[in-house]
């Protein structure tokens, strides 16, 4: 996706509880945006509304800077902006905390893979799957194994080789659910570098890490990832 990601006054409820109240967040392109809060304070909620995923109460979300059209592309909750476009299609994607909730148990993981390119290719596409394995450290003779034939580890892997062969069709916009929270450091280190060398990531926002703060300014530091960082204090969880 080119363009920055703008999102204004977003509000989330859920029941009588508000989980978003007017979040604002700029993602600018080209850059790593991390969004950090402690747990509960709602943001996976934001990542997934963000993504398209659930339709927040209030505000706006402006993807990039123009549509297939030519025209400028908000999302809004209110109103007759409801049916404007959201992003373009493929151009935003999600990679989750948990896998095993994302992946389809039915599917091996080449097929996890090559998901993208079959969407966008249609029926006759070359599979790439060896190639993007290789890219993510994925040994090729996992790929015609299941989900449940395959550590977190190795499925993480595999997600990020869809989001890789996702990008290769274009800007991408990904958003990142806490994607090393389950992983070992070696492979929690692999995703990072993985997202960040490939230039057709153009703007993404990463939720916080589960490790400490001492841990976390460490990494930040080392691999100069998050170019900028709002601290989402008010996407708290408050009490009805």
């Not at 995923?53 to 592309?73: D, F, K, T, V």
């Not at 080449?110 to 993510?136: K, M, N, S, W, Y």
Request: net charge positive; proline share 5%.
């Amino acid at each position: 996706m080119t363009g920055d990601l703008y999102a204004t006054g977003l509000t989330v409820r859920f029941g009588g509880r508000t989980v978003l109240d007017g979040v604002d967040l700029t993602a600018p392109a080209g850059a790593i945006t991390g969004v950090t809060g402690a747990s509960g304070s709602g943001k996976t909620t934001l990542l997934r509304v963000l993504a398209g995923l659930q339709r927040p109460h209030a505000g706006e979300i402006r993807y990039g800077a123009a549509s297939a059209s030519g025209a400028s592309n908000p999302a809004s909750a209110s109103g007759a902006s409801n049916s404007a476009p959201g992003p373009r299609r493929g151009s935003v994607a999600l990679l989750a905390q948990h896998p095993r909730l994302v992946c389809n148990p039915r599917w091996t993981l080449r097929q996890i893979i090559d998901e993208p390119l079959a969407i966008r290719a249609g029926r006759g596409f070359h599979p790439a799957a060896e190639q993007t394995a290789a890219r993510v450290g994925l040994d090729t003779a996992l790929l015609e194994r299941y989900p449940g034939q395959v550590s977190d580890g190795q499925l993480q892997r595999a997600c990020l080789g869809r989001v890789l062969t996702q990008g290769d069709g274009g800007p991408l916009l990904v958003l990142c659910d806490e994607p090393t929270g389950a992983l070992d450091c070696e492979t929690g280190m692999l995703v990072l570098e993985a997202l960040e060398r490939h230039d057709y990531v153009q703007s993404a926002a990463a939720d916080e890490l589960q490790m400490s703060k001492y841990a976390l300014h460490r990494l930040l530091k080392k691999l100069e990832l998050i170019d900028h960082v709002r601290d989402q204090r008010n996407l708290r969880r408050r009490a009805e």
